[in-house]
């Protein structure tokens, strides 16, 4: 069972006041040049906080004194690969948090500083923005399980967009329909090429879905990945299972995936093991895992959104062949990922493996011999976990006696 750090990730279910993995973390990046008042380009990115909900602060985040497309990588995980974890957090704590209050409903009825949100959340391009706070936003990095990190905070007088949003015809097209729900306008999003990450923006800052309302952003997050998720399920179960047995691996910034591919009705499963070290890992290996069947993911995944996250490139991957399978993936999350810098890792983890080049293998058996060569957790830790391995040799054992 996973420890209740690496369930908990920092939403304080120990009851301490502050998380003191979190704490470790405050002293790196680097403060911009900040004063009651800032100019930048907005990646674009916004922020919908969950305290106090339904009451929430919400805002664009802006890098101070950094225009034009310079602005974009600062929030654009898919061109983080090459880049440190250090040269992440460093580059996110340049981005200032704009503290606005609204309640969730405000999103139908929009006063002039969220209507200008808005707008920012719907160009697929830097916006030019100007903030102005109440006093200089307070230096601290922030970091969570789910978020990227954050740098300082303020709470916002007056905001004002310099420029015109790009906003994709799709996107206008989307926001426009009242009539529509947020889960249609997400799937037709979804295959007109628009990001996840820009319909992540979309639905947070109450801009997608008949009854409008602000989502926090860390709900959102998950709810993309979910619906996006869903919506390549649905196809996936009609198409013809995969005839061979494929093993893709791969990773990113200390986040190891090995994913097994066999033939078989869609079913997917995750096992996360936390190696002694890694971030929210407290001393012991911890494992947990997750999966559904060909019925579909029934409730929250207690892997949290990682279980998503990383089932979106896997789905992604099955469509793109246009075959249904069953899916055993492991998430061995090592030392080198010592600082959280949000989900969006696990995702883009688990496509730099499905993005690999897989190997074919004459049975399940000898995928997982070769898998647990590159696992650092002897399998005995982490095969009694698996639901879908059991499910998969209980079957083979009664086809012997058919």
């Keep these: 069972m996973p420890s209740l750090c690496v369930s908990c990730k920092g939403k304080g279910l120990c009851g301490r006041p502050a998380c003191p993995i979190l704490e470790r973390f405050k002293s790196l990046g680097t403060t911009p ?84 949100t808005q707008e920012l959340a719907l160009s697929e ?27 300082p905070a303020g709470e916002v007088t007056k905001l004002d967009i310099a420029q015109n949003p790009v906003v994709p015809r799709q996107v206008d097209k989307a926001v426009s329909d009242t009539d529509a729900r947020a889960v249609d306008e997400i799937g037709e999003l979804y295959n007109a090429d628009i990001t996840v990450d820009h319909i992540n923006r979309l639905l947070s800052i109450g801009l997608l879905g008949k009854q409008r309302k602000i989502v926090p952003t860390r709900w959102s997050i998950t709810a993309t990945d979910d619906m996006v998720g869903k919506m390549l399920i649905d196809d996936i179960r009609y198409f013809p299972e995969v005839n061979d047995v494929l093993l893709y691996s ?92 949000g989900v969006w890792v696990v995702r883009e983890a688990a496509r730099e493996a499905v993005s690999s080049v897989p190997v074919s293998f004459d049975s399940v058996n000898d995928a997982l011999d070769d898998m647990s060569l590159r696992i650092n957790t002897v399998s005995e830790m982490w095969r009694p976990e698996s639901k879908l391995l059991d499910r998969k040799m209980n079957q083979k054992r009664l086809m012997d006696f058919l």
């Design 250 to 341: 791969g990773g990113l910034h200390g986040n190891h995936f090995e994913i097994l591919v066999f033939p078989g009705a869609f079913a997917y499963e995750l096992i996360e093991i936390w190696m002694p070290k890694a971030v929210w890992s407290t001393g012991a290996t911890s494992v947990g895992s997750d999966w559904e069947d060909y019925g579909g993911k029934k409730g929250y995944s207690n892997l949290g959104g990682g279980y998503y996250a990383a089932r979106l490139p896997v789905l992604e991957h099955l469509h793109r062949m246009h075959r249904s399978a069953n899916v055993f993936a492991i998430r061995e999350i090592t030392p080198d990922y010592w600082a959280p810098l």
């Design 125 to 151: 391009k830097p916006v030019d923005t100007e903030v102005w706070f109440s006093k200089v936003p307070r230096v601290g990095l922030r970091f969570d399980g789910v978020l990227s990190p954050m740098g």
């Design 33 to 116: 040049k900040l004063s009651d008042n800032i100019f930048g380009a907005s990646p674009p990115s916004v922020f919908v906080g969950r305290y106090g909900y339904p009451q929430v602060s919400a805002g664009p985040l802006v890098p101070p004194e950094v225009t034009g497309s310079d602005a974009a990588v600062y929030d654009s995980p898919g061109s983080w690969n090459n880049l440190s974890i250090r040269d992440i957090v460093g580059l996110r704590s340049g981005l200032v948090r704009s503290n606005i209050k609204f309640h969730v409903k405000d999103a139908s009825n929009p006063d002039a500083m969220l209507q200008k």
